[in-house]
Nanobody, 121 residues
């Protein structure tokens, strides 16, 4: 089965930086969209950043200018670079890719299990 695995979370102080990684177990031959989401206890899942094929990249107002989404096709990896972290960024961050894996006939929606980011002084 195709699997996405996030890593790079941790406990940091305000103003610090983290880079989250999302590694796919299969090679995507076509990606319709890729994005990062986050969720805190008692809150709805929030879109952090998303890249849609043919439409470019969109960031949440709360992270624009601080976070950057990217990918390395050769490494089957998507990244979220997070700079100037704030306490309100504390959440579980999950990656999502909508696309087609090599050897599969149809595109599908894939999610990782998430990685915890905690920002506290």
């Amino acid at each position: 089965q195709v699997q996405l695995v996030e890593s790079g979370g941790g406990l940091v102080q305000p103003g610090a930086s983290l880079r989250l990684s999302c590694v796919a177990s299969g090679v995507f031959v076509a990606i319709n969209q890729m994005g990062w989401y986050r969720q805190s206890p008692g809150k709805q899942r929030e879109l952090v950043a998303i890249t849609i094929a043919g439409s470019g990249t969109t960031y949440a107002d709360s992270v624009r200018g601080r976070f950057t989404i990217s990918r390395d096709n050769a490494a089957n990896t998507m990244y979220l670079q997070m700079n100037d972290l704030k306490p309100e960024d504390t959440a579980i961050y999950s990656c999502n890719i909508k696309g087609r894996i090599s050897g599969h006939t149809l595109a599908a929606d894939y999610w990782g299990q998430g990685t915890q980011v905690t920002v506290s002084s």
